[in-house]
């Protein structure tokens, strides 16, 4: 494990689907190379799914890759394909699925690959533009593979526990509506990594995991300036002009005041009333 002296953060950003709501898209700013190592083990024996065939280009060739449907191509070494594609820069759409999936099932797969990927029955998918301007975005079917990524993230620092029960906490604590998205930061200082994010209102600050510790849901309200700031940081992220985030500025800050003040008035009422 690599010692950190200071804070380090990493962004990375969940979205839940609202085609099929169990299942949640994560952009993480994982190579596809670095994704093929740390998943050697589950992706031995898969099949891929790539749409469109042609951006593979030459290396289509190389992968064995051949076609199952129009603009959809069925590769043996997924490995293989994930290494290419990050070598490549290539702009695709991967749907991996179990080595107990028949050339039949492939083959319908494919055909309805062309409409659309989130009904596929796959283990793992990965598609060009993340969110926050990251390469890809990752889904992953089987509770607790999206946390081992995490940990590669956190440069080996484990959350402990079964990582799918600690997933589905997180996701439950988290509390996404179909279609929307979250940020979150990830994390790092000595030995320690923590996985955290902001509430709707962006006055509280939510510590979702801790290394060793799991999923804890701890949250703490902040001041007016590290609340601005966290919004900035989100509007930031989400539109890189920063221009929304200046000009809902002055109304974050009066909505901020005003209920800071609002609390006051209760509270002072509440003594009062003693």
Known sequence: ????????????????????????????????????????????????????????????????????????????????????????????????????????????????MRHGLERQGFTMAVVAKGDGGLAHRFAFRVPGKVLLAVEELALERRFGGNLGQVEMAFLQGLGLRPGQRARLTLMLADDNAWLQGMEAGGHRRVRYLESQNGYVGRSEELGLRAAVGERMRDSWHRFPAGALALATLPVFIGAFWARNTRARRHDAAQHSGR
Not at 17 to 37: I, K, R
Not at 97 to 104: M, V
């Open 1 to 112: 494990m690599l010692a950190v002296p200071s804070p380090v953060a990493t962004t990375l950003w969940v979205r839940r689907s609202n085609v099929t709501p169990a299942l949640y898209w994560w952009s993480l700013p994982l190579p596809l190379a670095a994704c093929a190592d740390l998943y050697a083990t589950e992706l031995a024996g898969c099949r891929a799914l790539v749409r469109p065939a042609r951006a593979l280009g030459t290396r289509a060739a190389a992968l064995g890759m051949r076609d199952l449907a129009p603009g959809v191509g069925s590769v043996h070494d997924v490995p293989g394909l994930l290494r290419a594609v990050d070598m490549g820069g290539v702009g695709c759409a991967i749907a991996i699925f179990p080595a107990s999936r028949s050339e039949k099932d492939l083959e319908r797969a494919a055909q309805d």
